[in-house]
Nanobody, 122 residues
Framework: VQLVESGGGLVQAGGSLRLSCRASGNIFKINAMGWYRQAPGKQRELVASITREGSTNYADSVKGRFTISTDNAKNTMYLQMNSLKPEDTAVYYC?????????????????WGQGTQVTVSS
């Protein structure tokens, strides 16, 4: 299973970006996906998450500005980021809980993408 992020870049404060994360490989279903970010010198933190049923969760710092969504048919997750601030600058990582099957056996594993840089200038 591979997760590939795209959509990062450089934007001015107040601007918008849309991140995408596409999962591919031996996927039976994806139970939940999430976006994390890590700024220099800081720990990786959860930005937003979404379950297969569409239940969402956001970090307080992004509520009202970021929107997470998925296209389950395409195994793709999105993060619409509006009103960006310099403190949103970080590498953004995609995470997914993927169920894989082999014959009659199935199991869930967590996967990470390689990360995409988001830089917000003041």
């Amino acid at each position: 299973v591979q997760l590939v992020e795209s959509g990062g870049g450089l934007v001015q404060a107040g601007g918008s970006l849309r991140l995408s994360c596409r999962a591919s490989g031996n996927i039976f279903k994806i139970n939940a996906m999430g976006w994390y970010r890590q700024a220099p010198g800081k720990q990786r933190e959860l930005v937003a998450s979404i379950t297969r049923e569409g239940s969402t969760n956001y970090a307080d710092s992004v509520k009202g500005r970021f929107t997470i969504s998925t296209d389950n048919a395409k195994n793709t997750m999105y993060l619409q980021m509006n009103s960006l601030k310099p403190e949103d600058t970080a590498v953004y990582y995609c995470n997914a809980g993927v169920v894989t099957t082999l014959g009659s056996v199935s199991w869930e594993s967590a996967y990470w993408g390689q990360g995409t840089q988001v830089t917000v200038s003041s």
